[in-house]
Nanobody, 121 residues
Framework: QVQLVESGGGLVQDGGSLRLSCAVSGGIFRINAMAWYRQAPGKERELVARITSSGTTNYADSVKGRYTISRDNAKNTVYLQMNSLKPEDTAVYYC???????????????WGQGTQVTVSS
C-alpha cells in the first residue's frame, strides 16, 4: 500500500529554519507531481509549494523567497526547506503526491499524516 511519511517538523524560533521530508513507499509506482500544503488553526488548508516530475516549482506568495521545494527521485522523497520562519508559518504541514500505480494510467492522489511546525515569537 502506498504511504507518504513526513518528518522534520518541530519547534523553531522566529527567523529560524526547518527542513521537512516526505518519503513515498509501498510498492511499484510512478510519482508525478508532489506538493506541500499547510493548515493553521482556524484556517483552510492551503497549497504552499508544488514540484512537477520534471522539476518545475510553484510557490504561494506568502512563502516565495523563503521556502524551497525539491525532490530526490532516486529516494522517492520530496523536501521543503523553510528559512526565515515567522510565527504566521505555524501550521500542520501535509505532503501530497500524484501517483500512478503499477502499469495503470489512472493517477491517484495521496496525503501524508501531517507534521506540526511551530514558530515561536
Amino acid at each position: 500500500q502506498v504511504q507518504l511519511v513526513e518528518s522534520g517538523g518541530g519547534l523553531v524560533q522566529d527567523g529560524g529554519s526547518l527542513r521537512l521530508s516526505c518519503a513515498v513507499s509501498g510498492g511499484i509506482f510512478r510519482i508525478n507531481a508532489m506538493a506541500w500544503y499547510r493548515q493553521a488553526p482556524g484556517k483552510e488548508r492551503e497549497l504552499v509549494a508544488r514540484i512537477t516530475s520534471s522539476g518545475t516549482t510553484n510557490y504561494a506568495d506568502s512563502v516565495k523567497g523563503r521556502y524551497t521545494i525539491s525532490r530526490d527521485n532516486a529516494k522517492n522523497t520530496v523536501y521543503l526547506q523553510m528559512n526565515s520562519l515567522k510565527p504566521e508559518d505555524t501550521a500542520v504541514y501535509y505532503c501530497n503526491a500524484d501517483i500512478t500505480r503499477g502499469t495503470g494510467s489512472l493517477i491517484y492522489n495521496y496525503w501524508g499524516q501531517g507534521t506540526q511546525v511551530t514558530v515561536s515569537s
